[in-house]
Nanobody, 121 residues
Framework: VQLVESGGGMVQPGGSLRLSCAAS????????MSWVRQAPGKGPEWVSA????????YYADSVKGRFTISRDNAKNTLYLQMNSLKPEDTALYYC???????????????WGKGTLVTVSS
């Protein structure tokens, strides 16, 4: 299993970024997927999850209305569109595979190495 995130960078408050996660080594379309972030000096925070077909999505209250999770099963790729970014969104963002037989976004078994998002003026 390999998960490789990309798309991070530095952006001003109010700006946008789109993160991507390229998945390989497993049947991507058979797994729910999540994004998790970790801000400097803090513990991990679950951000968003999407089911196998993309029809069900969930978000942390802190990003609801600003972030959109999506997936392209034909390309084995997970996305996170982040709009109206705030300084408190600064974190390392990880793509993660949800464990089978757990609720959406409840538990993950594989993680990528992360992509850094910095929101600063």
């Amino acid at each position: 299993v390999q998960l490789v995130e990309s798309g991070g960078g530095m952006v001003q408050p109010g700006g946008s970024l789109r993160l991507s996660c390229a998945a390989s080594g497993f049947t991507f379309s058979s797994y729910d997927m999540s994004w998790v972030r970790q801000a400097p000096g803090k513990g991990p925070e679950w951000v968003s999850a999407i089911n196998t077909g993309g029809g069900s999505t969930y978000y942390a209250d802190s990003v609801k209305g600003r972030f959109t999770i999506s997936r392209d099963n034909a390309k084995n790729t997970l996305y996170l569109q982040m709009n109206s970014l705030k300084p408190e969104d600064t974190a390392l963002y990880y793509c993660a595979r949800d464990r089978i037989d757990y609720g959406l976004g409840q538990s993950m078994d594989y993680w990528g190495k992360g992509t850094l998002v910095t929101v600063s003026s």
